[in-house]
């Protein structure tokens, strides 16, 4: 894949050193069979040897023991002070097996002292079985980390040269990096770029290792990163110790093995990565009642949508989010969208496909879509930068309601976890969704019947209209067609009352159905309510004095136009001015009056009447109510006067309201909203 020329992320460094120029010839040849997986460098001297690695790590080291100027253990122990690490391997080749060779290398810890002549198939055994175990502690898995996000590490180091050696460890693993040359940069670094992991240096200016430890670690945003403490070869274990208390995850001794310090950053940033997914996962969790309280408060299935691919699209990081909504035959009836971008892209139709829902409706079960270029279950629509979709279904009780889309740039993007926490969202708005649907059912079926009842109502008032009018018409030209006797003409007298309450009745009864089927709207216009109020006032005052009682219109207002229908709010103040008249006993008081409120217009109506008792207060407004105590009993009526009145002051956007107090009297109260008003000007 890589050509030969490219650094080898993955290829072992081997350094070769020996002052016979043949003997590393041959043993590079050796160790070249094993191909790309090695780089091999080899030198003549020491000095030569420390110069060609002075900015690369070396893996596996083997040197000649004498050499001039440098030997072998000299170059063994400047290799260990190296600053970017120390090799992982190290093998002594010498000529001579002299006493205390042996010690003295297994004090530097030479793996193995091999003595000459070597065989370059000795060679070749020894190295590949060190790649070998290397590659067992410390390989990482190539197609999780080529699959995985780029982690970002974090260097603080005050040295340049420590730095520039573990930046291009880093780079070779494939990891990003900042860098931060002392304590306070390493806090701003922290904060700024959210690193993955921090590789610390104890001996920093400005604030030390252990001060910048201590600050991440109280840091709420912070504390989580995993920290390795780069310490000083001279550092005691009370020292280490201190770091570990302060919170490190783990410490690595200058000069480190390069291969040692990868696996440790592996390692941590491994645990990180669970540690990731399990906050992150509770984080989901926790959404799912949140959620679910959101949606079961809706009524519009437009607002759960929204609700819903807000939040699902935004917690599964997806790209675009949509939910296709099915009537009862399975036909696509709406299908809401949204992007969750911060270019000003359009989400893309989907091109759905009927094998998907087949699918779904087998199985019961959301689909993954890992590549949606390649799968039967989707088709690309044409320059849509989808690249990976999960879908749920929505199920209600008996039918798929429809369906919860998430999209993604990115293949492979989704996983079983995603499309688990999408499975449990989607069924909880499924049950919102099925809730609103039944509930508009409801008041749709509702409406529907109230609209039926009230046209056989109009109908049934009609037609009796003609009888009634008949019945009183005859019972009046009964008294002219003859003389009756005293007791006939009481019975007239009484049909005709009859007749009179029962097509009040049928009047009352048509109004109401009437207003209810909207059917009386047709003429509004701005009417002046005083103007109105002195007619009906004046059109009431024969029925006061045939009961010697006063009655009295008084207003402060020249004149206060309402916008509404004429005969609608005649109706009302005749209503309650009647009601007025009728439940007050002879010689009583009836006091009318206008003020302006607020932007609406206040009339009252007060009597000195009978007055209504407080358990009766809350229903007098219901049809066919009527109070059933005091002398209330003797006077006639139907009930439906001030549901009409009711019916008509909200049509005309205004309210009414009641006080009474038994034998005292009642203050019926309505306030219209103004169009304009003018006040009397004082004297
Ligand atoms: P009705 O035809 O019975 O008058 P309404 O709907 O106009 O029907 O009134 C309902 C009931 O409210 C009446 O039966 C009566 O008991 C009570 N009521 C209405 N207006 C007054 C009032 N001004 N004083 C006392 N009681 C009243």
Redesign the pocket.
Known sequence: MEKNNSPKTDAVRILIVDDHPSTAATLARALSQLGSAVEVVSATNGAEALEKVKDKGVDILITDMIMPEMTGLELIEKLRDHPGGKPARTYLVTAYDVPGLKVTASRLKVNEVLIKPVRPERIYDIVSRAIEEMKHSTQPNKNATEEKRKFKILVADDRPDNVTLLVRYLEYEGYDHVTAQDGEETLIKAQDDTPDLILLDVDMPKKNGFAVLEEIRANENLKHIPIIILTAARLDSADVQEGLNLGADDYITKPFDRRELMARIRTKLRVKEAEDATRRRNKELSLLPEIGKELSARTDITDIATILLKRTAETLGAFQGHMVMLDSNGTITNNYKITVSNTDAQAQQIDLQESLFNHIRETRQGVIIENTSDNDFWKNVEADPTRSAVVAPLFGRHDLLGLLFLTHEQENYFTLDHILLLQAIASQAAIAIENVRLYQNVTEEQKQIEKIKNEFIATASHDLKNPIMSISGYSTLLTKAGPLNNQQEEFVGRIQNSTKNMLELVQNMLQLTEIDLQKMNGNQSDVDAIELLKEITAEYQMQAQQKEQKLDFQTTLTDAFVHGDVLQLKQTFR?LIG??I??TPNGGKILISAKPANGFVEIQVQ?T????PAA?LPH?FDRF???RTGK?IEVE???????IVKSIVEQHKGEVQVE?KVNEG?I?TIQLPLVSAAVLQSA
């Open positions: 209503n009601n007025a009728k439940y009597d009447g009978y007055g209504i009766d007098i109510y009527r109070v209330t009526g139907n009930g439906l006067g001030l549901a009474s009642t019926f």
